[in-house]
């Protein structure tokens, strides 16, 4: 059985089909955890949500909710602005949506919605978390020893889910606070290359955490799709 881990697809469906070809997926022995953003700056953005809902369906994935995720739930709850969506990167995503009945709105709408912000998986190493965005520097639940890295998610999701789902702090908190996570974090959210010191989009390994969005929404500044199997650590990019 195959563990893969991968985020931020953003509606790119045919680099998503040649990634699970790549990696051979089974659906017979495989799994794959999507840390969220599927949707947006793409130009198959329900296709592929739906396609990723069938894996979701046969138990074969399970998609966490990414900010991307979050502003479709608000677009279509209201409280979004097509002209700040379409900032965002969600011109097409706006397009589909906009094609659907109010049967299949109000479905996509209760899906989003009941997306988890974040999971927690058992290895042969160590336990990790796996969320979208990581931290919001905000609403870090710490003692002397320890960072409650599950409490400050529940925390900070519970006070304002889309300041959470923005956030790129732990990128950024003091090793102070990072070193006292009692997980290893891994996130997607930002793209690799803004991370790595080379700008290469390689998957970012930290101490504490790792950040796999390797910039499959940015492809024309040097992004690919990638995926990480924690069986044996390897990289898999398209």
């Not at 045919?14 to 089974?26: A, E, Q, R, S, T």
């Not at 299949?104 to 969320?131: H, M, N």
């Amino acid at each position: 059985m195959g563990i893969y881990l991968t985020s931020d697809l953003h509606g790119d469906l045919k680099h998503f089909l040649k990634l699970l070809n790549l990696i051979k997926f089974d659906t017979n022995k495989d799994f794959m955890y999507v840390l969220g953003d599927v949707l947006d700056r793409g130009n198959e953005n329900l296709k592929l949500l739906n396609h990723v809902r069938k894996y979701i369906d046969a138990g074969n994935m399970l998609l966490l909710k990414g900010n991307h995720e979050l502003f479709a739930q608000m677009y279509l709850q209201g409280r979004l602005d097509a002209g700040q969506w379409v900032l965002w990167g969600g011109r097409q995503t706006l397009t589909e949506i906009n094609q659907l009945s109010s049967v299949q709105r109000e479905e996509l709408e209760t899906f989003i919605c009941g997306l988890p912000f974040y999971q927690i998986i058992s290895t042969a190493d160590k336990p990790l978390l796996l969320t979208h965005s990581g931290l919001d520097a905000d609403h870090i639940i710490e003692s002397d020893s320890r960072l409650d890295v599950e409490e400050s998610i529940k925390t900070a999701a519970a006070k304002n889910e889309f300041n959470f789902l923005i956030s790129n702090d732990i990128h950024y908190m003091p090793w102070g606070q990072i070193k006292k996570m009692d997980y290893y974090v891994v996130v997607g959210h930002v793209p690799a290359m803004r991370l790595n010191e080379d700008a290469s989009c390689r998957i970012v390994h930290r101490e504490k955490y790792m950040c796999i969005d390797t910039g499959a929404g940015f492809r024309d500044s040097g992004g690919k799709m990638s995926c990480y199997r924690l069986d044996d650590g390897k990289e898999f990019y398209v």
